[in-house]
């Protein structure tokens, strides 16, 4: 078995979900548990506030996770996983970072899933893969691991209450999320952030300043949706 292989299991849990993701969970919680115990629980926590019915989901159950998984990812989103893009937006440096990345994906044999090269399963089955030690530690310091932490930071409380703010002034409603899973999704961000400060040693990092650019962001594209009186194009390419 590759030393590596945590992070395939990893990607699974941030891929779409289907019926046996329980399953996945399970079994990642499994594989962290000898030496990585503060990320195993995190995972624990994500198994037990799933819906689940024995090892699986029901299709009642599936369409919720489906539901919290889109909310926290895809459509009017906490966060997105395009880890690229929460580091440099749409600058030109993200442009490299695609091309780069999708250069070493491709030799490696890793399937982008109709995905960019920078969406996190894709990144996250890189780095069980690669073989080239400095280039995967230089780009889980300088770019996935402060990524992590912005995308956690979206899903902490007073965040998420600007961002229901946002909704009620622009919508006159808020998504109607379960107080217990709405962000269920922050534990495994949250397990892949302790699992790579272990075997990248970095423990003592301390996260940059930053301003709440996604926020901004939202709020940008919320007024344009108003201007012209239909969605917004970053809406329409769910």
Known sequence: MHP??????????????RQDYPRWVQSTHELLTGGYVI???HIEALAM???????????RALDEVQEIFSRSFD???ITTLAVGYVMFGDDYKRGELLVNLKREQQELGIDLRGELPDHLPNVLRLLARWEDRDLAEEF??????????MMIEEFCVH??????????????TLLVTSSERGTIFREPLEAIRRVLSIDYGLADYEPPERDN??????????????????????????
């Open 213 to 238: 650019a996604f926020l901004e962001g939202m709020e940008r594209e919320m007024e344009l949706e108003g201007d012209t009186g239909r969605p917004s194009t970053s809406e329409c390419m769910q």
């Open 39 to 41: 990320a195993a629980a």
């Open 159 to 172: 965040r998420t209450a600007a961002r229901n703010e946002l909704y009620r002034e622009h919508h006159k």
């Open 140 to 149: 889980v310091v300088e770019i996935l691991y402060p990524a992590l932490h």
């Open 49 to 59: 506030a799933l819906p689940t019915e024995g090892d699986g989901l029901s299709r």
């Open 75 to 77: 459509i009017q989103p």
């Open 4 to 17: 590596n292989t945590h992070y395939e299991h990893l990607a699974r849990l941030f891929d779409y979900p």
